[in-house]
């Protein structure tokens, strides 16, 4: 005999048999059809806990905190709707309270109609490339897991950057 699954106390059906619909007592066809919606509930929260746990700072809003002028590099992805996306944006911007500071900020918008969940991977341009790789890896990351939200697919690819104009260190003597 046919080992079976419990539908309801008491009853038993084979597991090869199709699931009951509990609201017509029909049985339902045997897949679902490929291009049947799906539904998931999905916070701002989770999305920060999930895909942005690494970020410097996470935030909410109605519109994006990105500054057009600030921008170095962007990448974009829509859902087919057009009221979902992603966007990665690289962007370097002066601080206002230290003059001499200049921040290098790769930000991870997820706009899900009109709420965007926001975060930030920034450091100082100043800081060690180790940090730099570390900073852009963890955002390159967190855009291709988010572009799954909205089905689309992102793969890594190649930069070209100019090289950065760098100070020589002071020199040092030994005595």
């Known amino acids: 005999m046919a080992r079976g699954a419990a539908t ?15 609201e ?9 059809d490929w291009d049947c919606p799906l539904q998931i509930t999905l916070t701002p929260e989770l999305l920060a806990k999930t895909l942005m746990d ?9 519109e994006s905190c990105v500054q057009d ?5 962007q990448i974009v992805a829509m ?4 009221q979902n996306s992603v966007r990665l944006v690289e962007q370097e911007f002066a601080d206002e309270e230290e ?4 921040w290098h900020d790769w930000t991870l918008e997820i706009c899900v ?8 991977w920034h450091l100082r341009n100043d800081s060690p490339p180790v940090d730099w790789e570390w900073h852009a890896r963890q955002a390159e990351q967190a855009f291709q897991r988010a572009c799954v939200l909205i089905g689309r697919r992102a793969r ?11 100070e020589l260190p002071p020199r040092s003597h030994r005595h």
């Open 69 to 73: 002028d600030a921008v170095l590099n």
């Open 79 to 82: 859902d087919d709707s057009g």
């Open 113 to 120: 109609g009109r709420v965007m969940t926001i975060g930030h």
């Open 24 to 32: 017509t007592g029909l049985d339902l066809p045997a897949e679902p």
């Open 54 to 62: 690494t970020a410097a700072a996470v935030h909410t809003g109605w």
């Open 156 to 166: 890594r690819g190649l930069w070209v950057e100019d090289a950065m104009p760098r």
């Open 8 to 22: 309801a106390p008491g009853i038993l059906r084979p597991r090869w048999s199709l699931p009951l619909n509990t």
């Open 99 to 102: 003059v001499d500071a200049v």
